[in-house]
């Protein structure tokens, strides 16, 4: 039997407001041992203004929660998928809110997973593998300037 690939390292950004939440966050993905960077800012604009920095490599993968300062992250997914370079990058949408009206506008939005908090890391860690396997073997990669 062959042996499996090792998956490639990727990048990570993530959107969340709260500190402790968001070094829960990191060590849960990075103790999976995946290689991933992870670059963390604390709202929607924080976020937009690093997705749009030419100098920055565009992240595999966007994690963000629906509840923060001066954008949230609703307004955010709406950018997002309304971008045509931001809408490829897989978004999971990671937040407090079970309110139907949130999951079904995060799907509407085109989040690719929806998962609420207290999360339980074993769901959040199968949600960003299962968009790992799909997403980030298939598209095409973005753009990636040498830093």
Do not use: C, W
């Not at 849960?28 to 490599?57: F, K, M, N, S, Y």
């Not at 949408?93 to 009206?101: E, F, I, K, R, Y």
């Not at 949600?127 to 980030?136: G, H, K, M, Y």
Request: charged share 25%; proline share 8%; hydrophobic share 45%.
């Amino acid at each position: 039997m062959a042996a499996l690939a090792a998956p490639r390292p990727f990048d990570i950004l993530l959107v969340e407001d709260d500190p402790a939440d968001a070094m829960l966050i990191e060590e849960a993905l990075l103790q999976r041992g995946a290689d991933r960077t992870i670059a963390l800012v604390a709202d929607g604009i924080a976020a937009l203004e690093r997705l749009r920095d030419p100098a920055v490599r565009l992240p595999d993968l966007i994690v963000l929660d629906l509840n923060m300062p001066r954008m949230n992250g609703r307004e955010l997914l709406n950018v997002l998928k309304n971008d045509e370079e931001l809408k490829v990058i897989p978004t999971v949408v990671l937040t407090t809110s079970s309110a139907p009206d949130d999951v079904s506008g995060a799907y509407r939005g085109h989040s690719n997973a929806y998962i609420t908090k207290p999360v339980n890391l074993d769901d959040f860690i199968q949600a960003v593998q299962s968009i790992d396997a799909f997403f980030l073997d298939t598209a095409t990669p973005p753009r990636n300037p040498e830093l």
